[in-house]
T-cell receptor, first 114, second 110 residues
Framework: KAGVTQTPRYLIKTRGQQVTLSCSPI?????VSWYQQTPGQGLQFLFE???????NKGNFPGRFSGRQFSNSRSEMNVSTLELGDSALYLC?????????????FGQGTRLTVV | SQQGEEDPQALSIQEGENATMNCSYK?????LQWYRQNSGRGLVHLIL???NEREKHSGRLRVTLDTSKKSSSLLITASRAADTASYFC??????????WGAGTKLIIKP
């Protein structure tokens, strides 16, 4: 079965612009989580969506937002981009919300802000 | 936030040798998971060990868990060039969010 698909794979944006990243989870998975990965901060949780509702949010400013559609696909948006937003953004899907569920990751979107 | 530390930060060994990585965590856990990340790509789930388990095997991987010391180790036996990657441990918090360690960068020299 198809894995988690993230688009686009690479993005270059200018400071002040906004960007939308997309994630298609594995078929049948209802939970989608987003992470930001940088060399300095490591993997940091952004937010989680389950059944179109945001269930959990990490410690990021309001410029970072997301949503989930009825088919479980998810998007995240970053507005007013800053240089520090340059990172690898990873999406992970899980079948449901339970503590023993493993997460399946996409290949990530590499965002560079110039 | 990060759950804990991984040790060492980087490890370079010869192909065929065994590689051991350690992970320490701060709070009580239900389970601990290990993931692998090839250079700048997505993470791949390797193994999950529950808090009531002490050891688990999967192919060339062996994971141990010591809840009294709040630590886990990942052993890769008979390493191969394809094992070159970063390895992360992660534990779920009460909101099912995975809290990650800083990772160990493993380099296998041919």
């Amino acid at each position: 079965k198809a894995g988690v698909t993230q688009t686009p794979r690479y993005l270059i944006k200018t400071r002040g612009q906004q960007v939308t990243l997309s994630c298609s989870p594995i078929s049948g998975h209802r939970s989608v989580s987003w992470y930001q990965q940088t060399p300095g901060q490591g993997l940091q949780f952004l937010f989680e969506y389950f059944s179109e509702t945001q269930r959990n949010k990490g410690n990021f400013p309001g410029r970072f937002s997301g949503r989930q559609f009825s088919n479980s696909r998810s998007e995240m948006n970053v507005s007013t981009l800053e240089l520090g937003d340059s990172a690898l953004y990873l999406c992970a899907s899980s079948r449901n919300r339970e503590v023993y569920t493993e997460a399946f990751f996409g290949q990530g979107t590499r965002l560079t802000v110039v | 936030s990060q759950q804990g530390e991984e040790d060492p930060q980087a490890l370079s060994i010869q192909e065929g040798e065994n590689a051991t990585m350690n992970c320490s965590y701060k709070t009580s856990i239900n389970n601990l998971q290990w993931y692998r990340q090839n250079s700048g790509r997505g993470l791949v789930h390797l193994i999950l060990i529950r808090s009531n388990e002490r050891e688990k095997h999967s192919g060339r991987l062996r994971v141990t868990l010591d809840t009294s010391k709040k630590s886990s180790s990942l052993l890769i036996t008979a390493s191969r060039a394809a094992d070159t990657a970063s390895y992360f441990c992660a534990t779920p918090d009460s909101n099912y969010q995975l809290i990650w360690g800083a990772g160990t960068k493993l380099i296998i020299k041919p």
